[in-house]
């Protein structure tokens, strides 16, 4: 126990060694550097998120879009036929200017309810899986690879 004091005591004792202690302790220049490479990873991973989260939620917005697109676009159908025909034709020749959907992966189902019949309902299921998203960063924890929003509209009468 004395011996690492001893050694202590003599550095203490070492005008230089003190001198050249105290400009150490004192010097900030690469304080910048050592802070930047301690926050920058977490920094990045919070950019990469937000940059995920954002293209997800832009392809999340456009599929319910396109499904009340259709739902409204239904409404000049006289029958469930005619609906679904209006919606088909919707989602063929509409869907190619929505950012973030391949109207390839879309899947469309769209019926009068079950439950009450003057309301029509188009469901739309994109699969995700071609998203930039899911290869950004591995550890980010991300939703699922299908989205599937609906929209209910209710049918006018004669």
């Known amino acids: ?54 293209i997800y939620f832009g392809a999340s917005h456009s599929v319910q879009q396109i499904a009340a697109d259709a739902a409204r676009t239904a409404i000049a159908g006289l029958n469930q036929t005619e609906r679904q025909a209006l919606v088909t034709d919707f989602i063929a020749h509409d869907v190619s200017g929505y950012p973030f959907v391949d109207p390839n992966k879309l899947t469309v189902n769209a019926q009068d309810s079950v439950s009450d019949g003057s309301q029509f309902v188009v ?14 960063f591995k550890t980010l924890p991300l939703p699922g690879t299908t989205i599937q929003r609906q929209s209910t509209i209710r049918v006018g009468g004669i």
């Not at 469901?123 to 950004?136: C, G, H």
């Open 123 to 136: 469901s739309v299921t994109y699969d995700a899986r071609n998203l930039p998203i899911w290869n950004l």
């Open 1 to 54: 126990m004395q011996a690492g004091f001893g050694i202590l005591r003599i550095m203490l004792k070492n005008r230089k060694f003190l001198v050249s202690w105290c400009r150490f302790r004192a010097d900030a220049t690469g304080t910048s550097a050592i802070e930047f490479a301690m926050l920058a990873p977490i920094f990045i991973l919070l950019l990469l998120g937000m940059v995920a989260y954002g």
